[in-house]
């Protein structure tokens, strides 16, 4: 079936660096990616839409200059979360969409953990 | 409003039982999926569903459309079904992103 890897998995930074985040569809074409942030003990929420080749579409309140998404091929988004704070660790989590099979077509990657030190 | 209600939030079983998760959405949609989460936080899909039934192994899931609800049970528990079970649905006029409910953390006692 469809795989998203997503990379890392876990990751400690300290404060004021930058994280890099990747999520690719290993057997299909994503033309949206989807971004999720997940505090704990709550449901996941969506940050960002982004289309292959298009700028991502961040939903209110998410500052589209800190979490910085790249979607320039049909096999790998990625989000950067620039100038980290402890208020952003967080688990991040992508889910791909292969839009020639609909709604049959998400597939979610593993998810990173983020901590801001 | 988009809102989606799972209950119970947390629940607890015998290895064996018969478990019923439950799931109301507000307005029309136009898919709901379940999701399984980890501990480890990796989420797996478990169903996409529009109308009628699914079945795969233990898992069962169902949508009611003109009650707006769905239910996901598992059949014969077991430990290693212990994980969150999140309810998500996506609507076609909001270019179907996923809205989540809240999960219900299943554990399940051998």
């Known amino acids: 079936g469809a795989v998203v890897s997503q990379h890392p998995s876990r990751v400690i930074c300290k404060s004021g660096t930058s994280v890099k985040i990747e999520c690719r569809s290993l057997d299909f074409q994503a033309t949206t990616m989807f971004w999720y942030r997940q505090f704990p003990k709550q449901s996941l929420m969506l940050m960002a839409t982004?289309?292959?080749?298009?700028?991502?579409?961040?939903e209110q309140g998410v500052e589209k200059d800190k979490f910085l998404i790249n979607h320039a091929s049909l096999t790998l988004s990625t989000l950067t979360v620039t100038s980290a704070h402890p208020e952003d660790s967080s688990f991040y989590i992508c889910s791909a969409r292969e839009g020639a099979r609909g709604n049959y077509g998400y597939t979610f990657g593993s998810g990173t953990r983020l901590t801001v030190v | 409003k988009n809102e989606v209600e799972q209950s119970p939030q947390n629940l607890t079983a015998q290895e064996g039982e018969f478990i019923t998760i439950n799931c109301s959405y507000s307005?029309?949609?136009?898919?709901l999926h379940w999701l399984q989460q980890h501990p480890g936080g990796g989420i797996v899909s478990l169903f996409m569903l529009s109308s009628g039934k699914k079945k795969h192994g233990r898992l069962i899931a169902t949508i009611n459309i003109q009650e707006k609800h769905s239910s996901l049970h598992i059949t014969a528990s077991h430990p290693r079904d212990s994980a969150v079970y999140i309810c998500a649905v996506s609507y076609a006029h909001t270019g179907n992103q996923f809205y989540f409910g809240t999960g219900t953390s299943l554990t399940v006692i051998p």
């Open positions: 307005v029309g949609i136009s898919a």
């Open positions: 982004s289309n292959e080749g298009s700028k991502a579409t961040y």
